[in-house]
């Protein structure tokens, strides 16, 4: 048995949000054909004896089928699910029916992950999401009779934010009791609206201040008993999401969908495999891209995505490939039991660790 991640790219969305960058189109309206060829896809995975690990919808907005798709997509997924597979489906309050979650729920469904981004209705009208405030209430009705566990996602830094209103938005998601918070500071995406208006005016996002309020958030969440697992993620003790700690640990996964990305072992080694993005060709069965990392290039996502998590990486390969990137972070990057990690305090300044430690790395005798 080959025990795998499952990802399934649902490219549909209500309206775009003007800060994304992912895959998907407005309206559903070629969503049977999606499904028709994503149960195709899914009649052959990467072996014959593939197992789903942990199933991951995301999108997009994949509260935009009908609950009957969702039925049959989770029944095709059943097929090779592994019983105590953790299965997440990630929604957006004005999308969401009790139908759905009916569905997921007799579909193996273990977690709802809900896109609130941001309390305040004018920001959500700001940057073009569809939620108000009827469509806050009426899901976190659903999310309180919902019987697995819950995950909220929250933007820090949105355009017309105020340290005030950052809080105010964290104070409302506990509320809502999640067992887990993903709580992201906005990225400006080149090619979004959003980078389009920063670049016409420059003082629309809070800047600096933003990075300030993520550190208070973070403090806050943590004295709520939410553990920051990995730089945006923050969990009750066991509620960690079993999915993303697989891209984190590098382990195998697979895509499905516009734009899903796969990690495979085969017989050249590992590869990552890349959907066309754009619907059309997708649904007339354009090959993915694929693409077989160098050795360095391995050891860097592996070091990259390691780092993330607040247990970081096996200090066993490291220490001998970074001695002086560690030297010169020694107090601030730790060793403990064999792993080594970032401190908290050190945590924002993953990048900057990152740069220093590729530098080092692109020199190594190992890797020419
Ligand atoms: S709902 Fe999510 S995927 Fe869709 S446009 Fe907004 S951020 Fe992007």
Known sequence: MTSLGLY????????????????????????EAWLERILHQLETPPSHDSRWATVYLGGGTPSLLSPEQLDRLLAKIGERR???????????????TAEHLAVLWQGGGT????GIQTFQEALLKRHGRPTRHRHLDHARKLAEAWPGQLSLDLICGLSGQTAQGQRRDLERALDWEPDHLSFYSLTVEPGTPLAAREARHPSVLPGDKGDSWWLEGRDFLEAHGYAAYEVSNFARPGAESRHNQRYWALEPWWGVGPSAVSFLPSDRGWSYWTQTSALTPWLE????????PTALELAKDRLLAGLRRRTG??????????PETLKAWEGRILEQDGRLFLSRETFPFLD???RQAFGELDGRPEFR
């Open 8 to 31: 399934v790219h649902v490219p549909f969305c209500r309206s775009k949000c003007d800060w994304c960058a992912f895959a998907s189109e407005v309206g559903a309206g070629r969503s």
């Open 82 to 96: 592994l019983p105590e597979a953790e299965l997440t489906l990630e929604a957006n309050p004005e999308s969401l």
């Open 111 to 114: 977690r709802l992950s809900l």
């Open 285 to 292: 069965g354009t090959p993915p891209d694929r693409e077989i």
């Open 313 to 322: 990486v096996a200090s066993a390969p490291w220490k001998p490939l970074l």
């Open 352 to 354: 900057a660790f990152l």
